[in-house]
């Protein structure tokens, strides 16, 4: 009795399990075979499965018939509309009181700034626009004139305005005035010896690389040059005609390097000059110099009248030539007319257009005409009569698409008035529409009617949505509101 006493003080630790649980526990162990970790699957799922099969199931037969309906649904847009234009939804810019003539947006996509037939021009920075979609910055660079044109210089620091006085004014990108250009002596008939335009301008553009040149067209028979850091005069350029008397500049562009220069009359005529290296004379050859006692000032500019290309009756006499626009490859010219036409121009062989559209009515004679950042297609705006209206599907105006290769019109896009000017972005790849006279257009999606007066429709190709006191950022590709949204604008 002592000695099993003592056994039962010796033992250390728990005590031991019955005898019947220890024979279950060895059994169960025994079946397992030393099994380490989570138990193995069901049988069932090891016959379903697919031997040496690694990594998840496939996906079930539904899910790829899901995928070919996305190609399929992707490969009919693109077959409807091959061109991928950014025409799914729009948003409305307002702040104009009567017709955008004109707009431009910087190379950057971050400002915009329109001019408009009520005297005034705003600048839009896109970075900080808020829900209201309005302009920072509103000008009234000459009282009383027109804006007729508006134009970035390469490097956006500044813009140039064209109104319709005599001298055109240049402002930096947050509307500070820099200067303004001379005005010439009226009573002085050789245009050549004037050191400024004397009658209203009708147009002008910045050159496309030299942030330090500009050029301007007016009635006054002559396309002048511009230093645009000092603000003087560097060349006057006279058309060709084919008598003495003055035939007024109606519009003029550069090519995409700034080696050519275009200009359309009044008359209906196209000149083209090459201005690369040495271009022009000094207006001084053949002056009889005052005496020195008398300091006039010295003309210190060039002077060029003969073109490199000429082609007369391009449009009808006495309408004006709105537009014209240069390809990448100074191959081909495009021009614009008030007579309601379109014409693509081989300067290889400058006799006679490759193509001629009609039936594009204007109201207005600063219809701009641009091409594609791909330049597949040519893009223009219509009034708002006429049949091209009705083909709109509306009283209103349209904005055209041409196709460059194939030589035909592919589309139109109804606009509640008549559109002045548009501008397709390439960085941006968004259409920018300057619109007419008031109309009445119903937004999508809502039963309010909005009253348009000379607003900018923008075609986005993503959907803008928006909340009161959000911003407006930009990227690469699309325009997008930088906090929450909760509220669509004129969305199709």
């Known amino acids: 009795g002592q000695t099993g006493a003592g056994d039962d003080d010796a033992a250390v630790g728990p005590p031991r399990p019955p005898a019947g649980a220890a024979a279950a526990a060895d059994g169960a162990a025994d079946g397992a075979n030393d099994l380490v970790g ?37 490969e009919e847009a693109e077959e409807e509309d091959p061109y991928q234009l950014p025409i799914g939804h729009e948003v409305t810019l307002q702040g104009h009181e009567r017709a955008v003539s004109c707009l431009d947006i910087e190379h950057s996509g971050n400002r915009l700034v ?104 007016s009635e006054d028979g002559t396309v002048r040059i511009w230093d645009a850091n000092h603000i003087l005069q560097k060349t006057v350029v006279r058309p060709s005609t084919p008598s003495a008397s003055r035939v007024g500049v109606t519009t003029c562009a550069y090519n995409s390097d700034g080696k050519l220069l275009a200009a359309g009359m009044m008359d209906g005529t196209l000149q083209v000059w090459g201005v690369g290296g040495k271009f022009g004379t000094s207006a001084a050859v053949g002056i009889v110099l005052p005496p020195s006692a008398q300091m006039v000032e010295k003309q210190g500019w060039s002077y060029v009248s003969r073109p490199n290309q000429i082609m007369r009756k391009a449009h009808e006499a006495q309408s004006e030539i709105s537009s014209l626009a240069f390809s990448q490859d100074d191959r081909l010219l495009a021009s614009r007319s008030t007579d309601g036409s379109l014409k693509l121009w081989d300067l290889r062989a400058f006799k006679s257009p490759l193509a001629a559209w009609h039936d594009l009515p204007t109201n207005y004679a600063t219809t701009n005409v641009t091409f594609s950042p791909d330049e597949r297609l040519l893009l223009t705006g219509t009034g ?23 030589l035909r019109e592919v589309r139109r896009v109804g606009m509640p008035s008549s559109v002045a000017a548009v501008l397709w972005h390439a960085r941006l790849n968004q259409i920018f529409a300057g619109v007419g006279e008031c109309q009445a257009q119903e937004a999508h999606g809502s039963e309010q009617l909005l009253l348009l007066c000379g607003w900018l429709h923008c075609a986005l190709s993503d959907v803008w949505q928006l909340e009161a006191g959000a911003t407006l950022g930009t990227n690469d590709s699309t325009l997008s509101w930088l906090q929450h949204s909760t509220w669509r604008v004129a969305c199709s």
């Open 384 to 406: 708002a009569v006429g049949p091209a209206a009705a083909a709109a599907g509306g009283s209103g105006g349209a904005v055209v698409f041409v196709d460059v290769r194939e």
């Open 38 to 74: 989570p138990p193995r699957p069901a049988a069932a799922d090891e016959d379903d499965a697919e031997p040496g099969m690694v990594g998840p199931p496939r996906p079930a037969a539904d899910s790829d018939e899901s995928e070919d309906d996305d190609d399929a649904e992707q």
């Open 114 to 217: 329109s001019g408009s037939l009520d005297y005034t021009l705003r600048i839009f920075d896109f970075n900080g626009m808020k829900s209201d979609l309005r302009s920072f910055r509103e000008l009234t660079p000459s009282d009383g004139h027109p804006v007729l044109a508006v134009s970035w210089s390469p490097s956006g620091e500044a813009f140039m305005c064209v109104t319709g006085s005599a001298q055109p004014r240049f402002y930096d990108r947050d509307g500070k005035l820099l200067g303004e250009c001379a005005r010439g002596d009226m009573y002085i008939r050789d245009m050549k010896n004037t050191k400024g335009h004397i009658t209203a301008c009708s147009g002008g553009c910045w050159h496309p690389i030299d942030r330090h040149t500009a050029v301007t067209s």
